[in-house]
């Protein structure tokens, strides 16, 4: 089933004051944002990085299951903040794609490093 951003931002809402009971303050969901972003980081520098597992920890059965869970996690904080402080996701991503493709247009084309 595919969800729209606009979808996930209602679902999470309807979730957070049902099962939920209701948001966690600002600065707490910011806080938990900063800690999901870290567990990815951790994950992502032992898959694609140079770390190694610890042998106490547990892999992740298929790699893209374990990043696909932690990104999941990042994006339903972030979709709490947006919902706590007004932000309609949908129209920030695409005001995001006009200020990328006004301001970056030739930018990354005409860098000798990403050649």
């Keep these: 089933m595919e969800i729209t951003i606009k979808e996930a931002q209602i679902k999470v809402d309807n979730w957070i004051k049902t099962v939920g009971v209701k948001y966690f303050s600002e600065l707490t969901n910011l806080g938990i944002l900063m800690e999901e972003v870290g567990e990815l980081s951790r994950l992502m520098v032992r898959i694609y990085g140079e770390q190694s597992f610890k042998k106490s920890e547990k892999k992740p059965g298929k790699i893209s299951e ?28 695409q005001k995001n794609f006009i200020k990328k493709n006004t301001r970056d247009k030739e930018r990354h084309k005409n860098n000798k490093k990403l050649k």
């Design 66 to 93: 374990g990043l696909g869970d932690e990104m999941a996690d990042v994006l339903w904080v972030l979709i709490c903040l947006a919902n706590q402080t007004g932000v309609d996701l949908t129209d920030a991503i």
